[in-house]
């Protein structure tokens, strides 16, 4: 079935970096894109960027800007976030969603419109903690 | 960014009565193709987020028929016709016309 099966939590002290993974199956994930969303302890859901896996274009929310990167490894089928200069409030449960091949514009130009059909599909969620 | 608003943010419901969470965008949600792009999320405690709706007023597949979306331009409606215990959750709305994508507050449904 399709899926998206993220890695296990993690603890990390501040200032550090963490490195979350997505394994995508039981569809082409060269077809689809991803984004990645995060949740704090009894919070609400934040968009933190998206990343093809067709080319590895991105798209990052700008309050993270400089601190995150998103890359794919289509070998593996496999989307990764690493957040980088951790602070006490990025204390989160880290998850990635199917979202579409391109951006809206590039959606347009390539195909005349868009499936809208993002977010079909999200992982199980990565729980990780910073603190001291 | 839009900034989308959702009311009320806490809907205590009795088991068999009819439910509404409203959401309202900052600016029209309606893309130059022509569609719309609001989805309505369930999250139930300790669960991941589940689509329920697409495009405003589009049932994902295995979502019960007792809801629907409803909506245009910048005021969307999800009902839920009859609740269900199982029903109980906080519920968003997200907008995916304008990068970056956008979430409501959440909706927090309990039974009375």
């Known amino acids: 079935q399709v899926q998206l099966v993220q890695s296990g939590a993690e603890v990390k002290k501040p200032g550090a970096s963490v490195k979350v993974s997505c394994k995508a199956s039981?569809?082409?994930?060269?077809?689809?894109?991803i984004s990645w969303v995060r949740q704090a302890p009894g919070q609400g859901l934040e968009w933190m960027g998206w990343?093809?896996?067709?080319?590895?274009?991105?798209n990052y929310a700008q309050k993270l800007q400089g601190r995150v990167t998103m890359t794919t490894d289509t070998s593996t089928s496999t989307a990764y976030m690493e957040l980088r200069s951790l602070r006490s409030d990025d204390t989160a449960v880290y998850y990635c969603?199917?979202?579409?091949?391109?951006?809206?514009?590039?959606?347009?130009?390539?195909?005349?419109?868009?499936?809208?059909?993002?977010?079909?599909?999200w992982g199980q969620g990565t729980m990780v903690t910073v603190s001291s | 960014d839009v900034v989308m608003t959702q009311s009320p943010l806490s809907l205590p419901v009795t088991l068999g009565q009819p439910a509404s969470i409203s959401c309202r965008s900052s600016?029209?949600?309606?893309?130059?193709?022509?569609?719309?792009?609001l989805n309505w999320f369930q999250q139930r405690p300790g669960q991941s987020p589940r689509r329920l709706i697409y495009?405003?007023?589009n049932r994902d597949s295995g979502v019960p028929d007792r809801f629907s979306g409803s909506g245009s331009g910048t005021d969307f409606t999800l009902k839920i016709s009859r609740v269900e215990a199982e029903d109980v959750g906080v519920y968003y709305c997200?907008?995916?016309?304008?990068?970056?994508?956008?979430f409501g507050q959440g909706t927090k449904v309990e039974i009375k």
């Open positions: 969603a199917r979202d579409e091949i391109y951006g809206p514009l590039q959606l347009m130009i390539t195909f005349g419109g868009r499936r809208g059909d993002a977010f079909d599909i």
């Open positions: 039981g569809y082409t994930f060269t077809s689809y894109g």
């Open positions: 990343i093809s896996a067709y080319n590895g274009n991105t």
């Open positions: 600016q029209s949600l309606v893309y130059s193709d022509g569609n719309t792009y």
């Open positions: 495009k405003v007023s």
């Open positions: 997200m907008q995916g016309t304008h990068w970056p994508w956008t």
